[in-house]
């Protein structure tokens, strides 16, 4: 099984839906993270949370709204998805005590937004 | 403004060697990162660097100069499947990532 899990894989939706996006690790990570790629661009990172009551924008959060519900669940949610959300996300973790910060990427969910 | 450079595509020869580069200008620098990731799939770490100089780890080697804000992959005796993109990302000063938008390496028989 995945380390970091990511729910739903695949997901259509109409513009105005509300739509959440799950993941849950068992890496035993204090950090998670959520990222949105799109075609020709880097990965953008919408929230990031470093523990259970630390959560923190990144640099394209508008649209977006995040619960950190456990230290294994960090969810995404899209109040009233529009068709330029549609991409693949996915969730990270990281390891505090790793000097090197290596993320650690769930198997992603493609969003479709009609 | 933070920006990571890096070529769109590349193509090489099965058995031949490649090198990836990337440029980067950020607000202060905590270490470099090279993510390989193949088509619809997550990416996965491949190197990290953080002091100037080469790191190899088998057929993968990351090349680092904090001077140049420069950072090259080198990939040896090329296979099939090394088809991927390639990420480069730097930690900036508050220690966030900022990506690049990564290079598709094709790989022809």
């Known amino acids: 099984d995945a380390d970091v899990t990511q729910t739903p894989r695949n997901r259509i939706t109409k513009t105005g839906k509300r739509i959440m996006l799950e993941c849950s690790q068992t890496?035993?990570?204090?950090?998670m993270y959520w990222y949105r790629q799109d075609p020709g661009l880097g990965l953008q990172l919408i929230y990031y949370?470093?523990?259970?009551?630390?959560?923190n924008k990144g640099e394209i959060s508008d649209g977006y709204s995040v619960s950190r519900q456990a230290q294994a669940k960090f969810s995404l949610s899209l109040e009233s998805a529009i068709p330029n959300q549609t991409a693949l996300y996915f969730c990270?973790?990281?390891?505090?005590?790793?000097?090197?910060?290596?993320?650690?990427f769930g198997e992603g969910s493609r969003l479709t937004v009609l | 403004g933070q920006n990571i450079d890096q070529p769109t595509e590349m193509t090489a020869t099965e058995g031949a060697i490649v090198q990836i580069n990337c440029t980067y200008q950020?607000?202060?620098?905590?270490?470099l990162f090279w993510y390989q990731q193949h088509a619809g799939e997550a990416p996965t770490f491949l190197s990290y660097?953080?002091l100037d100089g080469l790191e190899e780890k088998g057929r993968f080697s990351s090349f680092l100069s904090r001077s140049k804000g420069y950072s090259y992959l080198l990939l040896k005796e090329l296979q099939m499947k090394d088809s991927a993109s390639y990420l480069c990302?730097?930690?900036?000063?508050?220690?966030?990532?900022?990506w690049g938008a990564g290079t598709k390496l094709i790989i022809k028989p």
């Open positions: 990270a973790t990281s390891d505090r005590g790793r000097d090197t910060g290596e993320l650690f």
């Open positions: 890496k035993g990570h204090d950090r």
């Open positions: 949370s470093f523990d259970v009551k630390d959560i």
């Open positions: 950020t607000s202060g620098f905590n270490g």
């Open positions: 660097n953080v």
């Open positions: 990302a730097v930690m900036d000063s508050n220690y966030q990532l900022i």
